[in-house]
């Protein structure tokens, strides 16, 4: 009769290494430690070999060290010594940077527990860690972006409603022109407000274009073209303050975009880099096709896969620290002194790019330059046929049909009205739509031109005086963003003037409907 098995002893070495191994298999840094009574903390006495991979140290180096030399912040230290000081402390879970040996920081989450002894106070300790670098940078990227399409909705609402005080300024400015036209003087002083006007103007469309709301003429181009165009003033740009470089690719992709808009992008860029090139200073201006492919495109921050065409201006002026680029594309941040800068040039490029479907990023460093890389999908089309540019002159003729005005901005209402009374016209001027109907369906005084807003109660308004007088004609003052066609109406018999409009602009407009 055989004797019974007896049970395998366990022996101790073998738990211990149970115990590592299951240590090296874990994701999260493991350490464990003893208290330190005397400095605060507790002396690291095993770290997991992820932990030591997070940290950049060996064991060697973390065995004895209080593992608050590893907290950047005072806060995170002071919060784990009233921990440790309590004799039967229960989980303690936090987030924070933690220093490397390198030099660099990573954030990490991490958790803390005591190992209870039978009796007594507490001795050993374990923490866990967590890298979450990776993580923090992509929230940091989403509130960032966040941000920026937050100013960009109050950049436009703020120039629509601007947009409106520029056309009085400007159109008042004309007015006036003509009556001192004999006067130098004066004449002069009017120029003065009106070119001041322009520069508003021009301000507008920049935060328009920074919110995405600046109408597009998209066609495709070519980046080398459009250097090529601009290089002479681009270079006079620079004046003594550095040399241009042209480095562009022959064979290079054709985009989708708007040719004045990036005219201005890159007028921008140069004048960036200008004002931070030291001696012997440089601006490279290079284009290039580049391909991401789908292996590439690992995080939600990359650009998509596929075929683009990058212009990058290169300087090798000052540089940023970090600090300054995560503000670099906020409307109204300038590192310029007070005077020499609006802060809206870079917000302007940030618009634009984003408008045109492409990407744009910054690498600098303190004493090392800049390089601003945009980023547009490859076009595959042939290049747009140059449009012809038209200078309008003021109507010769003068007016006799009745128009009916609707504009709720009442200085914008009594300047146009009282311009188009001027020049012969029977004007009735209203505030609102509402207000209007019963009075434009009077067959006595049938309305030849309808200037109003189409958005809103505009449109109705338009088609009820329409049903009455079918020879209607509609002249829409829409905000930039808001050009609409209307289906009903024969496309000579109307048209769309963005605000801010010139004065002789919707004189004009208001000619050309009348003579269709």
């Known amino acids: 009769m055989k004797k019974p098995r007896r049970p395998r002893r366990t022996t101790v070495r073998e738990p211990a290494a149970l115990l590592a191994a299951a240590l090296r298999a874990q994701d999260e840094g493991v350490i464990i430690g003893r208290r330190r009574p005397a400095r605060g903390g507790f002396g690291v006495i095993f770290a997991s070999d992820v932990f030591c991979a997070m940290t950049g140290c060996t064991r060697e180096e973390l065995a004895g060290r209080s593992h608050t030399l590893l907290h950047t912040e005072r806060s995170d230290r002071e919060q784990l010594v009233r921990w440790l000081r309590k004799p039967h402390p229960g989980p303690l879970n936090g987030e924070g940077y933690l220093l490397r040996k390198d030099g660099t920081m990573i ?4 958790s803390f527990n005591s190992i209870q002894p039978a009796r007594g ?15 923090r940078g992509l929230q940091e990227v989403l509130v960032q972006a966040q941000r920026l399409d937050a100013l960009g909705r109050l950049a436009g609402g703020v120039a629509h409603d601007f947009n409106n005080l520029i056309s009085v300024i400007n159109g008042y400015c004309e007015l006036l022109a003509t009556q001192v036209a004999n006067m130098p003087r004066a004449l002069n002083e009017v120029t003065e407000i009106h070119r001041a006007g322009r520069k508003a103007a021009a301000l507008t469309r920049q935060l328009l274009a920074f919110g995405r709301r600046q109408p597009m003429d998209a066609r495709v181009v ?17 004046g003594s303050a550095g040399q241009l470089v042209l480095e562009l690719t022959e064979d290079l992709g054709n985009v989708r975009a708007d040719t004045a808009q990036f005219q201005q992008v890159l007028l921008n860029l140069i004048t960036n880099a200008r004002d931070a090139l ?5 601006v490279t201006i290079r284009t290039a096709n580049c391909e991401i492919k789908s292996g590439l495109h690992r995080r939600l921050t990359d650009s998509p896969p596929g075929r683009y065409v990058t212009l990058t201006v290169t300087d090798n002026g000052i540089g940023m620290d970090e600090a300054t680029q995560e503000h670099l594309f906020e409307p109204f941040f300038t590192t310029k002194p007070e005077g020499q800068g609006t802060g809206l040039g870079l917000a302007l490029v940030y618009g634009v790019v984003q408008q045109s479907g492409g990407f744009i990023t910054v690498r600098s460093r303190p004493a090392a330059g800049s390089a601003f890389e945009i980023m547009l999908p ?3 089309a042939p290049l747009a046929a140059a449009a012809a540019v038209h200078i309008a002159a003021w109507p010769l003729t003068r007016g006799h049909e009745t128009v009916l005005l609707v504009e709720e901005d009442n200085v914008l209402r009594k300047m146009v009205a009282g311009v188009l009374t001027a020049d012969g016209y029977l004007v009735n001027e209203v505030k609102r739509p509402g207000e209007v109907r019963l009075q434009a369906r009077a067959p006595a005084k049938p309305v030849q031109l309808l200037i109003v807003n189409l958005v809103g109660e505009g449109e109705s308004l338009a088609r009820s005086i329409y049903a009455a007088a079918p020879d209607l004609r509609v002249l829409n003052t829409c905000n930039q963003n808001d050009r609409q066609t209307l289906v009903w109406l024969p496309p000579e018999h109307q048209c769309s003037l963005p605000r801010p409009f010139a004065l002789s602009e919707l004189v004009q407009a208001a000619r050309r409907l009348l003579d269709a």
Do not use: P
């Open 378 to 380: 490859e076009a595959r």
């Open 107 to 110: 954030y990490t989450a991490w």
């Open 121 to 135: 106070r507490a001795v050993h300790f374990v923490g866990t860690y967590r890298d979450m670098t990776e993580k």
């Open 222 to 238: 070519n980046f080398n073209g459009i250097v090529r165009d601009n290089a002479e003033i681009l270079g006079r740009l620079l």
């Open 278 to 282: 030291r001696d012997h200073g440089r």
